[in-house]
């Protein structure tokens, strides 16, 4: 059972356009991960967020984990083609075994 | 900078081949995962190991196995392919175990696998 939920999974945007991509989940995390795959390549860790209605900014990227600590976005300002990749939401469950649960994706097109 | 790597990055194999995907970290990290990955699926955890010899089921470990001999080596195996294995795997290490939420997984570049 997919407990993480992303959307949009696909997304085609000309560069200077703002976007978010949410990640939702009916369960709670004791903190949450964004990561971003290219091409080829393997995932690339760019934030954690641990408390609840957190807010993390890295450049042009925003980054905000819910209150209920159940869901996150990620909000992308002036989107360049650069930002091209699939978004990758990650979080580490609040009890049980050891293990991160991965939401579903979104593929981010950025047009130039 | 950390390094995972993998010893494939493409594979073809024959439904009831036995197959090896092998990875090794270079930094010292105790644990170590494999993940399949599929367009809408996102990543799924098959197993993870937090130590030499010590091995624990992710979330989908039906038709695979894995061996963690020594601390830089965890191999994922497919003991007899089937087609429904064709995917994505990535293999990832981290540093700490459990009590670290700012916890970091290195990825590895992938090992596309087609079983036909």
């Known amino acids: 059972t997919q407990l993480l939920e992303q959307s949009p999974q696909f997304l085609s945007i000309q560069e200077g356009e703002n976007l978010t991509v949410y990640c939702n989940s009916s369960?709670?995390?004791?903190?949450l991960q964004w990561y971003r795959q290219e091409p080829g390549e393997g995932p690339v860790l760019l934030v954690t967020?641990?408390?609840?209605?957190e807010v993390k900014k890295l450049k042009r990227l925003t980054f905000q984990f819910g209150d209920a600590r159940k869901d996150s976005s990620l909000h992308i300002t002036a989107a360049q083609p650069g930002d091209t990749g699939l978004y990758l939401c990650?979080?580490?469950?609040?009890?049980?075994?050891?293990?991160?649960?991965f939401g579903t994706g979104t593929r981010l097109k950025v047009l130039a | 900078d950390v390094k995972v790597t993998q010893s494939s990055r493409y594979l073809v194999k024959r439904t009831g081949e036995k197959v090896f995907l092998e990875c090794v970290q270079d930094?010292?990290?105790?644990?170590m995962f494999w993940y399949r990955q599929d367009p809408g699926l996102g990543l799924r955890l098959i197993y993870f190991?937090?130590?030499?010899?010590?091995?624990e089921k992710g979330d989908i470990p039906e038709g695979y196995s894995v061996s963690r001999e020594k601390k830089e080596r965890f191999s994922l195996i497919l003991e007899s392919a089937s087609t429904n294995q064709t995917s994505m795997y990535l293999c990832?290490?981290?540093?700490?175990?459990?009590?670290?939420?700012?916890?970091?997984?290195?990825f590895g570049p992938g090992t596309r696998l087609l079983v036909l």
């Open positions: 990832a290490s981290s540093l700490l175990f459990q009590g670290n939420l700012q916890e970091t997984q290195y």
């Open positions: 369960s709670v995390f004791s903190s």
């Open positions: 967020v641990v408390t609840g209605g």
């Open positions: 990650a979080g580490a469950r609040a009890s049980g075994t050891y293990k991160y649960i």
């Open positions: 930094m010292d990290h105790e644990n």
């Open positions: 190991s937090y130590d030499v010899k010590m091995k």
